[in-house]
């Protein structure tokens, strides 16, 4: 019988992640429609079995598609971030109340009294068994969104979707540039300052490791950022021939326009009520920005 171990056959050893090319990479964008697609899914129910099964889906893909990229590394912490989003709003739940009313009691806290104009807002009282659990299901609808989100930013190349972007956008894929990057740069400078921390023997755990590795993290991810867009401006990213002031104004108002119709039709598809002007707005505004 073969022994697993170094002989063992190569088909049961961890296959390495796939090197992205030209003939097995999709389109940035691609992968940002799939995410944002799983994301408005997820933002419209509050099953936990339905997310989650979203979530796995997402989790599948990159697993299997993700690269050795910098930013390929990202997804684990947009998980850990979805699960910090639950406690917090478990503990919120806890401590502020929950707007759902309940007859099962779990706990009667001791009340805080408020102010007159502080009416409506309470801290402590009487803690129900359901306002736990809508809580609960609420975290687990935004912790989907976020881990969604976390999956377009560990498949998609920053710098292939920013080269992607057409002329007129110049302006706005400056600004996108550090949006885009930012995360990416975070993940990787935590994991490069928590392995010198390692490497000269302090810890990178707790409250303390915490607090003296994230204002170098946030310092260089965005510096990093802001380099990167200045690079990018000094090469003349997005310039093109001179155009005649008419239609450089059509072009700026048409752009800006198409990207507030964008924003409105997405939030608009995202909430429960805004699903008669959602979609038009959205199909407006992109047909604007195109």
């Known amino acids: 019988m073969t022994q697993h171990g170094s002989g063992a056959p190569s088909r049961l050893r961890r296959r390495p992640a796939p090197l992205a090319h030209r003939g097995n990479a999709l389109h940035p964008g691609a992968w940002w429609v799939w995410a944002l697609g799983l994301g408005t ?12 099964l979203l979530i796995g889906v997402a ?17 684990g912490a947009f998980v850990k971030l979805g699960l910090l989003v639950i406690a917090v709003r478990l503990v919120f739940a806890f401590v502020l109340g929950s707007p759902i009313p309940g007859t099962h ?3 009667t806290l001791p009340e805080v009294p408020l102010p007159e104009w502080a009416k409506g807002v309470r801290i402590g009282g009487r803690v129900t068994a359901e306002g736990m659990v809508f809580a609960l299901y609420d975290g687990v609808k935004l912790a989907g969104l976020l ?32 949006a885009m990057t930012f995360a990416p740069n975070l993940i990787a400078d935590v994991r490069r300052l928590r392995a010198a921390r390692r490497l000269r023997g302090r810890s990178d755990k707790g409250m303390r490791g ?13 510096e990093r ?15 093109s021939a001179p155009v005649p002031a008419r239609v450089r104004a059509l072009t700026a108002v048409l752009t800006l326009g198409g990207l507030m119709g964008v924003c ?27």
């Open 41 to 52: 899914a997820a933002s419209r129910t509050t099953n936990p079995l339905l997310i989650g």
């Open 59 to 75: 989790g599948h893909v990159v697993a299997a598609r993700r690269t050795s990229a910098p930013w390929a590394r990202s997804y």
């Open 105 to 107: 009691t779990l706990v």
């Open 147 to 178: 881990i969604c989100v976390g999956a377009a930013n560990a498949l998609a190349s920053p710098s292939r979707l920013l080269k992607s972007l057409p002329g007129a956008l110049y302006e706005v894929g400056v600004a996108v540039v550090v």
């Open 210 to 222: 915490l607090l003296q590795v994230g204002l170098p993290v946030l310092e260089g991810a965005l």
């Open 225 to 239: 950022s802001v380099a990167l867009a200045a690079a990018m401006d000094a090469r003349g990213f997005g310039r």
């Open 264 to 290: 409105v039709g997405v939030y608009g598809l995202l909430t429960a009520r805004g699903v008669s002007y959602g979609l038009p707005a959205l199909g407006a505004g992109l047909l604007a920005a195109l």
